[in-house]
């Protein structure tokens, strides 16, 4: 896996970029932008983050002015709007059954607490073996398992197939 990934939203390399209208750094609210950007070098379309930040601030997505990063719904106004497939699911075990198949998936899903917000990150499938990218803070990718995922804490998830196994949004 190639190191233009960004493993953790605290990377030095776009830690400072700021996000909303309330200015929040990406090491503190960019876990949303960071899946996003880590999806689309994966799906063959990379971006500059800088542009994913630019074009999730045109579509609204900032939440509460990016106070709460991004809201959990929203990422696919992006990703229409890049034209890229994709299939959401606010169901923890419609998203576990499907992500086997998925090239690329995004969880949002709640933190510890409910009161310490929501958290993206990416997962990558590699002929059936999973890794997670953001899921905490790691230098490289990690190996995840699908029945981590708890139905109490699964917001929503975005999943992205190959083209021959596209579904519509």
């Known amino acids: 896996m190639s190191r233009n990934y ?20 990406v090491d503190r609210v960019g876990c949303g932008l960071v899946a996003i950007y ?3 070098k994966r799906l063959g379309c990379p971006q500059e983050l800088s542009a994913v930040i630019q074009e999730a601030q045109r579509l609204h997505m900032p939440w509460l002015f990016g106070l709460f990063g991004t809201k959990p719904r929203s990422l696919g106004r992006y990703f229409r709007k890049m034209g890229v497939p994709f299939t959401r699911t606010d169901s923890c075990a419609a998203f576990r059954e499907q992500l086997g198949g998925a090239a690329a998936a995004i969880v949002c899903t709640w933190n510890d607490k409910r009161t310490d917000g929501i958290h993206f990150y990416t997962i990558f499938n590699e002929n059936g073996r999973l890794t997670s990218l953001n899921l905490c803070c790691a230098d490289a990718p990690l190996p995840f398992s699908a029945s981590s995922l708890r139905g109490d804490r699964f917001i929503t998830g975005y999943l992205f197939f190959d083209s021959e196994q596209t579904k519509s949004p």
């Not at 960004?6 to 750094?25: C, I, N, S």
Request: hydrophobic share 45%.
């Open 6 to 25: 960004l493993f953790r939203q605290d990377d030095p390399a776009v830690a400072a970029l700021r996000y909303g209208r309330a200015g929040k750094t």
């Open 38 to 40: 880590n999806v689309m």
